[in-house]
């Protein structure tokens, strides 16, 4: 099982997205992408990291962000038969895995530094 989710990073004057993969048995994070615009293609470039097949992969985790609730990672989830399941509207907590490896990406490696 992969949990997944988006947070914001500043980059000289503007935003930009990490999308973090990671594996809920472990915890371990399988895959990641930074990029301009939170978009599905953000979210297929962090899976296309997973070293392990998707196939193997059975259930894929994360909030209802469009990013993550779309036509094109639908078709992907069927094509290697992945369920998706999707947080309950307003309920952080149904993504907690995720929401804690974000805080400790921003205070272990994000606070107080400058990317270019």
């Known amino acids: 099982m ?3 989710d988006l947070t914001y990073i500043q980059v000289k004057q503007r935003w930009n997205y990490l999308c ?3 594996n809920l048995s472990d915890r371990q994070i399988v895959g990641y992408h930074v990029g301009q615009h939170k978009t599905a293609e953000l979210v297929m470039s962090a899976l ?3 070293k392990l097949p998707l196939s193997k992969l ?3 985790h994360s909030d209802r962000g469009k990013e993550f ?3 094109l990672l639908a078709d992907c989830f069927k094509t290697f038969n992945i369920t998706h399941s999707l947080s309950k509207k307003g309920c952080p907590y149904d993504n ?3 929401e804690a490896t974000f805080k400790t990406i921003k205070t272990e490696f994000v606070k107080g530094q400058r990317f270019n």
Do not use: E, G, K, P
């Open 58 to 60: 059975d259930l894929f």
């Open 2 to 4: 992969v949990v997944a």
């Open 48 to 50: 296309s990291q997973i």
């Open 69 to 71: 609730d779309n036509r």
């Open 96 to 98: 907690a895995v995720a």
């Open 20 to 22: 973090v993969l990671v």
